[in-house]
């Protein structure tokens, strides 16, 4: 089918979506898509954690060159590591995707209570993510509905990169209070950059994000998330609403299934854009998060795997469904745009939101 | 010497001990076991590692998570610090049920599925070989060569990482055609695992040692059909 015009920009597209307006078709909205924006750009991945002007660059090429919804986004999945004084290294090679620890913050429960917290302007990936919104803040195009974002958590799996998962997993059972300590700092230094944030900003065109993947039930249960997640995410949550950020944007990763009554506990904003892995249905994300914006959720290793036609028609297939949800849809992979995704399967996203993602 | 009816409740509080994440209750148990003659090996087999095994249902039924059995493991390996020297000084062959390479690909340091897996398949008996995380290619074949291991287990939890996979796999066949390999992580599914030439897929760290079971079955069918 011919590429359709449709009446909106994608930026008049979310906005319509944040009024709980339809808007003329499904915006395709890949938000995380970092190393696959470097390499298509002709860079590397590690490119896309440690040059903010090659990153910004990128991604506004891919956006534009596959009809994307441009959604500025330098992100670190190492977030806290080296804020709190560990190593990470940078991906490098064929086969690694993001930025690993090499060495984590604490190792005993004597370093968790000896931890300072660290100025949240100068340690860590805080400069160059400063470094990468001002240049963001410099323009604001018509396929881009914020132009700054800011990554404020998620809690539990950024506690996680103090220590690592198996401490902390253990530490749930053996040593709450440890763990309890990991997460108030956690949350302290998000509500901390949060304002920092805004004081250079302001929070009109600001978009909070962050990720909660150690919090699925892939690792911890339902209970664990009730008492070791829930609560942080939601005073995180309260403290940007009240500061004046007006939607958080939150990639729920992973099964989450089991947590998914906790989550609806937890407020977004007015609304929120909630982003939802493959391991949760669209329609049971929809009757969680009645009042959010519900944003997902292709397999990655669908866009990675398969043949163009199999992506393009799992991508009519989550449109279909998408559209269904009165709330408001996005689509989206149900995690990071694998880097190395094959250009034709992510065209074939495109073509399927031309083809079916129409308002009529 | 203890009395059938003793040694039964030795081998449950063993069992008991682990599947509760009781560390300092295995400590216990694993030392009156040695003190009152229960053969460590039973001991072990029929207390610590049936309490595991217990755990890893539990997982499966969505009842234990991660941290729990993590716990149960910790419990699992201090009574085992006790019973193993027992074991190796009676010189009792323990009997191999298979021997396994692991590791997590290169480019992935996700282990915790992985370090799973290797409990699971200690505990049932085999021999593993673990490479760790951030594993090249080709240590996989050496590792498999130097260990003549039967079934090699390849871990990765990034879409990216998992473009080693199929690589791994032909690297392997080209050296030794009969190695059985499973594959397993968050991306992984059976479509994958087939399109990939891989020989088997693990959902969890419980169904890894099934599979890995019915593999090892299946080459020595494919053994004695010859």
């Given at each position: 089918?011919?590429?359709?015009k449709?009446?909106?920009?994608?930026?008049?597209?979310?906005?319509?979506?944040?009024?709980?307006?339809?808007?003329?078709?499904?915006?395709?909205?890949?938000?995380?898509?970092?190393?696959?924006?470097?390499?298509?750009?002709?860079?590397?991945?590690?490119?896309?954690?440690?040059?903010?002007?090659?990153?910004?660059?990128?991604?506004?090429?891919?956006?534009?060159?596959f009809?994307?919804?441009?959604?500025?986004?330098?992100?670190?999945?190492?977030?806290?590591?080296?804020?709190?004084?560990?190593?990470?290294?940078?991906?490098?090679?064929?086969?690694a995707?993001?930025?690993?620890v090499?060495?984590?913050?604490?190792?005993?429960?004597?370093?968790?209570?000896?931890?300072?917290?660290?100025?949240?302007?100068?340690?860590?990936?805080?400069?160059?993510?400063?470094?990468?919104?001002?240049?963001?803040?410099?323009?604001?195009?018509?396929?881009?509905?914020?132009?700054?974002?800011?990554?404020?958590?998620?809690?539990?799996?950024c506690?996680?990169?103090?220590?690592?998962i198996?401490k902390?997993s253990?530490?749930?059972?053996?040593?709450?209070?440890?763990?309890?300590?990991?997460?108030?700092?956690?949350?302290?230094?998000?509500?901390?950059?949060?304002?920092?944030?805004?004081?250079?900003?302001?929070?009109?065109?600001?978009?909070?994000?962050?990720?909660?993947?150690?919090?699925?039930?892939?690792?911890?249960?339902?209970?664990q998330?009730?008492?070791?997640?829930?609560?942080?995410?939601?005073?995180i949550?309260?403290a940007?609403?009240?500061?004046?950020?007006?939607?958080?944007?939150?990639?729920?990763?992973?099964?989450?299934?089991?947590?998914?009554?906790?989550?609806?506990?937890?407020?977004?904003g007015?609304?929120?854009?909630?982003?939802?892995?493959?391991?949760?249905?669209?329609?049971?994300?929809?009757?969680?998060?009645?009042?959010?914006?519900?944003?997902?959720?292709?397999?990655?290793?669908?866009?990675?795997?398969?043949t163009?036609?199999?992506?393009?028609?799992?991508t009519?297939?989550?449109?279909?469904?998408?559209?269904?949800?009165?709330?408001?849809?996005?689509?989206?992979?149900?995690?990071?745009?694998?880097?190395?995704?094959?250009?034709?399967?992510?065209?074939?996203?495109?073509?399927?939101?031309?083809?079916f993602?129409?308002?009529? | 010497?203890?009395?059938?009816?003793?040694?039964?409740?030795?081998?449950?509080?063993?069992?008991?001990?682990?599947?509760?994440?009781?560390?300092?209750?295995?400590?216990?148990?694993?030392?009156?076991?040695?003190?009152?003659?229960?053969?460590?090996?039973?001991?072990?087999?029929?207390?610590?590692?049936?309490?595991?095994i217990?755990?890893?249902?539990?997982?499966?039924?969505?009842?234990?998570?991660?941290p729990?059995?993590?716990?149960?493991?910790?419990?699992?390996?201090a009574?085992?610090?006790?019973?193993?020297?027992?074991?190796?000084?009676?010189?009792?062959?323990?009997?191999?049920?298979?021997?396994?390479?692991?590791?997590?690909?290169?480019?992935?340091?996700?282990?915790?599925?992985?370090?799973?897996?290797?409990m699971?398949?200690?505990?049932?008996?085999?021999?593993?070989?673990?490479?760790?995380?951030?594993?090249?290619?080709?240590?996989?074949?050496?590792?498999?060569?130097?260990?003549?291991?039967?079934?090699?287990?390849?871990?990765?939890?990034?879409?990216?990482?998992?473009?080693?996979?199929?690589?791994?796999?032909?690297?392997?066949?080209?050296?030794?055609?009969?190695?059985?390999?499973?594959?397993?992580?968050?991306?992984?599914?059976?479509?994958?695992?087939?399109?990939?030439?891989?020989?088997?897929?693990?959902?969890?760290?419980?169904?890894?040692?099934?599979?890995?079971?019915?593999?090892?079955?299946?080459?020595?069918?494919?053994?004695?059909?010859?």
């Open positions: 089918m011919a590429k359709r449709g009446t909106m920009t994608d930026r008049e597209r979310i906005e319509a979506l944040l009024r709980r307006e339809k808007p003329d078709r499904v915006p395709n909205w890949p938000a995380m898509a970092f190393g696959f924006c470097t390499l298509y750009y002709g860079g590397t991945i590690a490119d896309a954690y440690s040059k903010p002007d090659v990153l910004l660059a990128a991604e506004r090429k891919a956006c534009q060159d009809d994307w919804v441009f959604y500025p986004l330098m992100a670190f999945p190492a977030s806290l590591s080296t804020e709190f004084g560990g190593d990470i290294k940078l991906p490098s090679g064929d086969f995707q993001a930025p690993m090499t060495r984590f913050a604490v190792e005993t429960e004597e370093d968790v209570w000896n931890l300072k917290m660290p100025d949240v302007k100068t340690t860590g990936s805080a400069p160059m993510m400063m470094e990468f919104c001002k240049l963001s803040s410099q323009e604001w195009l018509d396929n881009e509905p914020f132009n700054v974002m800011s990554w404020m958590g998620g809690p539990f799996t506690a996680a990169q103090i220590c690592g198996e902390m253990r530490w749930t059972i053996k040593k709450p209070e440890v763990a309890h300590r990991l997460l108030r700092l956690t949350v302290d230094y998000y509500i901390e950059l949060a304002k920092y944030w805004k004081e250079t900003f302001g929070t009109e065109g600001v978009l909070p994000f962050y990720g909660e993947p150690a919090a699925a039930n892939q690792i911890i249960s339902p209970k998330f009730e008492q070791f997640a829930m609560p942080y995410i939601k005073e949550n309260e940007l609403l009240a500061m004046g950020y007006k939607h958080i944007f939150v990639h729920i990763c992973g099964e989450h299934n089991l947590n998914l009554p906790y989550w609806a506990q937890i407020p977004f007015d609304p929120g854009i909630v982003s939802i892995g493959h391991e949760v249905e669209l329609a049971t994300a929809a009757k969680y998060f009645p009042n959010d914006i519900i944003f997902g959720n292709l397999e990655p290793a669908i866009i990675q795997v398969r163009p036609e199999e992506v393009y028609e799992a009519r297939k989550n449109i279909e469904d998408g559209k269904k949800i009165p709330q408001g849809y996005i689509l989206s992979p149900g995690c990071e745009l694998p880097p190395r995704a094959p250009v034709e399967n992510v065209m074939a996203m495109t073509r399927a939101v031309n083809d993602g129409w308002y009529e | 010497m203890a009395t059938e009816e003793r040694t039964k409740e030795i081998l449950g509080e063993l069992s008991k001990a682990v599947y509760e994440f009781e560390e300092d209750d295995a400590v216990k148990w694993a030392k009156i076991a040695l003190d009152e003659g229960v053969d460590p090996f039973v001991a072990t087999m029929d207390g610590l590692a049936a309490g595991m217990k755990a890893g249902e539990a997982y499966n039924n969505k009842e234990y998570f991660v729990e059995l993590l716990m149960c493991a910790d419990a699992l390996y009574g085992l610090d006790l019973l193993k020297p027992a074991i190796e000084a009676s010189g009792r062959e323990a009997t191999v049920k298979g021997s396994i390479v692991l590791g997590v690909v290169e480019g992935d340091v996700h282990d915790i599925g992985k370090n799973l897996v290797k699971m398949f200690e505990v049932a008996g085999w021999n593993v070989y673990d490479l760790g995380k951030d594993v090249p290619l080709d240590k996989f074949v050496e590792e498999q060569i130097r260990t003549n291991s039967e079934v090699v287990g390849l871990s990765a939890l990034m879409t990216t990482s998992m473009l080693a996979m199929p690589e791994v796999i032909k690297r392997i066949r080209a050296k030794n055609p009969k190695v059985r390999i499973m594959i397993g992580g968050a991306p992984i599914n059976p479509e994958v695992a087939e399109k990939y030439g891989a020989d088997g897929y693990a959902k969890t760290a419980s169904t890894a040692v099934d599979e890995a079971i019915n593999l090892l079955k299946m080459l020595k069918e494919e053994e004695l059909g010859k």
